[in-house]
T-cell receptor
Framework: AQKVTQAQTEISVVEKEDVTLDCVYE???????LFWYKQPPSGELVFLIR??????QNEISGRYSWNFQKSTSSFNFTITASQVVDSAVYFC??????????FGAGTRLFVKA | EADIYQTPRYLVIGTGKKITLECSQT?????MYWYQQDPGMELHLIHY???????EKGDLSSESTVSRIRTEHFPLTLESARPSHTSQYLC????????????????????FGEGSRLTVL
């Protein structure tokens, strides 16, 4: 079975705080891709990052960083020094080679000024 | 920059009406998808297409139908709208990635349209 779990339904932080969004996935495939998407209030989902199962290197892009650990089947996303514009729903997703991308339930992030 | 467009953005319609949600992409992607997003945020795949003249149903049963006559166009139709169809509908497309082992074709990241929010009264 394939599954993506985002245990945090909502997170509320104050601007400039760091925040980590958790993502745990399940798959029996050895080859797969993991993704993070952002859905701002305007509604469209925006792709943030793709990571394949062969590459466990962590990645940093500006204030965003991703920690991929196969040992714990986790692909967590950290926003450093959060800003109000980071307020959105964030989705973690898994694709194992078919046409189906499996999404987690999403984490709604509120960043208060 | 993704180029995928959905119309209408918002639609309020009465029960029993036929509606078509339009989706077009200019990236030449062979794969296209329709997702339904409920108020609880979860995304459910309702239709997908491998390419022209290919359509498949997704995980969530839907009374809607789709067609793929042209690569760039993937409209979704509801023959008789009901209040239970009230939802946000998101169209997406993707290219393919070759995985490192077995060279198996995979799906790359999804490019989403802005969504069509349908309300059926």
């Amino acid at each position: 079975a394939q599954k993506v779990t985002q245990a945090q339904t909502e997170i509320s932080v104050v601007e400039k705080e760091d925040v980590t969004l958790d993502c745990v996935y399940e798959t029996r495939d050895t080859t797969y891709y993991l993704f993070w998407y952002k859905q701002p209030p305007s509604g469209e989902l925006v792709f943030l990052i793709r990571r394949n199962s062969f590459d466990e290197q962590n990645e940093i892009s500006g204030r965003y960083s991703w920690n991929f650990q196969k040992s714990t089947s986790s692909f967590n996303f950290t926003i450093t020094a959060s800003q109000v514009v980071d307020s959105a729903v964030y989705f973690c997703a898994l694709n194992t080679g078919g046409f189906k991308t499996i999404f987690g339930a999403g984490t709604r992030l509120f960043v208060k000024a | 920059e993704a180029d995928i467009y959905q119309t209408p953005r918002y639609l309020v319609i009465g029960t029993g009406k036929k509606i078509t949600l339009e989706c077009s992409q200019t990236m030449g992607h062979d794969k296209m998808y329709w997702y339904q997003q409920d108020p609880g945020m979860e995304l459910h795949l309702i239709h997908y297409s491998y390419g022209v003249n290919s359509t498949e149903k997704g995980d969530l049963s839907s009374e809607s139908t789709v067609s793929r006559i042209r690569t760039e166009h993937f409209p979704l139709t509801l023959e008789s709208a009901r209040p239970s169809h009230t939802s946000q509908y998101l169209c997406a497309s993707s290219d393919s990635l070759a995985l490192r082992d077995r060279g198996r074709e995979n799906t790359g990241e999804l490019f989403f349209g802005e969504g069509s929010r349908l309300t059926v009264l």
